[in-house]
C-alpha cells in the first residue's frame, strides 16, 4: 500500500497511543513504540522465505526486476536483505551492535558487489533504491539458512516482522513431507497463515526431466496446495532464473545472437546437447564459442534454452519479443497478480492483524501491575477490534481459496454473496448493496443473509462449517453496527426541529 494508512491500521495506531501514556516500564513503551512505527510506514511489508538455495533471491530479483539481490554461494546471501523504496541508492549495513555504515549502492551487481563479504558482525541489510516494485510494498529476502526442518533464528526473525510471505519450496522429493511438517509447525509460532502467507513451488525446470516441466510443476503445487491449505493460500509454480532473466536489464543483444544461431543450427544436434549441462559446456563442433554457452546456461539455465529456442521456432526473433515470451513462460505474472490483489489491495487488513498478533506479544511478559492493567485493557479493545469486517476479511480471504480449489461447495448464489463478504472494501459493498446504500438498508441486507449461513452451519463439511460461520459473524456484525447508525440517525432526526 501507498500513501495513507488505512482505517483499520489508524485505529489500532490510536489504540497504541492510548495505551503507550498508561505503561510504567520504558522497556515496554518503546517496543510500543516500535510497533507504531512499523504501522504507519507507507508501504506493506513482504518477505521471501524458505530455504537456502530455494531460489529466493533469484525470485526477488525478478520481482524487482534489477539484479539487486545477491544470488548463489557468496557471503552476502547469508544475511537479511530489506529492499526499500528511497530517492537515493544506497545500503544500510546494520551492525548486530547497533551501529550502522551507509554505503552507495554499486551501479552494477547490486548488494554483493557494494557489500562483498559480510562479516558475522552484521545483523541485516538495507538496500534504498528508486525501484518502481518498491513504490507497491517493501520486500525482504531472507537467507534461510538451514537445510529443511527448520529456519534460522535471523530469517525466523525477518518473517515475523513481515506483513505477509511468499515462501519458496523447492521440490524437495522423499522429503516433501518433512518440508510440510516444518511450514505448518513454525508458521503457528508466527501467526503467518493462509491469508497472509502464499507458496511457490520455485525452480521447476529442475523438477523434471521431460521437455516441458509444467505438468509436473502443476501436479506438484496442486498437491503442496492441498496439504498446506491451512498456512498458504495457494501454491504457484515459477521457473524463477527466467523470470529473473526476462524480466531483468543483463540479457543483451549478444546473447539473443547466440541463441539465434543455436536454433538455426541442425536442431537434432542442438536438443542431444542440451540433454546435460555436460554435454552442453563440452560440445566440440558447437555453432557457438563456449563463453557463450557458458553465459547462457547462467543466465537461462538447459530449460530456458530449450524454450528460447521454441519462441524463436515460433517467429519470436527480436529481443523484446524474445524476452517477452521468456517472461510468460516463467509463470511469474501469477504471482505478482497474487501479491498485487492479496497483499497490496489487502494491506489495511494484513497490517492491522499482523500489528494484533505482535501486540498479544507485548502483553505476555509484563511484569509491572500498572502495565499489566493497561495491557489487559488494551488486550479487550483488541477484541472488538478483531470483530472488525475488515479483519474477518482476513479469515475469509482462505474461504475464497478453498471454494476456488474445491475444497469447500457453494451454490452460485452463496458463492456471490461470499465473494463480496470477502472483497467488499465496505459494508455496502460486502453485501452486494450500490455504495450510497443507508444504515437501514444495509441492517437489513445483512438480517437477510444470516439465516442462510446458518442453515449452511448445519453441513457436515469441518471446512465449510468453519468459513460460514465467520460469514454469518460478519454479517450479525454489520447488522448490529447498521442497526445502530439508523436508529442514531432516527433520533437525531426527531430531536432536530422539521420545519
Ligand atoms: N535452474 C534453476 N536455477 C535456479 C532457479 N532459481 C535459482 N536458481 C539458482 O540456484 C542458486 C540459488 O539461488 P538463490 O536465488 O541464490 O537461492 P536462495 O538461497 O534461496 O536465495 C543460484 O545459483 C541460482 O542461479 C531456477 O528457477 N532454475
Ligand atoms: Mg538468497
Sequence with gaps: MTGPV???????IALCAGTRDRLRTPELRER?????????????????????NAGKSTLANALLQERLAATGATETTRLVTWFRHGHQARVRVHHRDGTERVLPLAATGGVGATVGGGDAEIGHLTVETPNDALTRHTLIDTPGMDSLSKLDPDSL???????????????PGERDAEAIEAVRGWSGGLRLGAANMIGVLSRIDTLADDDDPWPTARRVADRYARELRAVLSDVVPVAGLLAETARGPDFSETDARALRALAEADRGGVVRKLRTVQRFRAWEEAPIPGDDRERLLELLGLHGIRVALELLDEGRRATPALLAGLAQRSGVAELIERIETVFVAGAD???????IAALEHLGWD???????RALLALQSELDRLRLEPALRQVDLASALVDLEAGRMRLGDEDTARLRDLATGADDAHRLGLAADADPAAIAAAAAAQIPQWRRLEARPSRVLQRHVRT?????EHMLFTGRAAAEAGASWQARTPTR
Design 349 to 355: 487488513r494484513l497490517r492491522a492483524s499482523a500489528g
Design 157 to 171: 526473525a525477518a518473517l515475523a516482522d513481515a506483513d505477509a510471505v511468499v515462501y519458496l519450496m523447492p521440490h
Design 366 to 372: 509484563a511484569a509491572d501491575e500498572v502495565d499489566r
Design 32 to 52: 510500543l513504540d516500535g510497533l507504531v512505527t512499523r504501522l504507519s510506514e507507507p508501504r506493506i511489508r513482504v518477505a521471501v522465505g524458505g530455504r537456502m
Design 6 to 12: 488505512g482505517p483499520v491500521t489508524s485505529r489500532l
Design 471 to 475: 460469514a454469518r459473524e460478519l454479517c
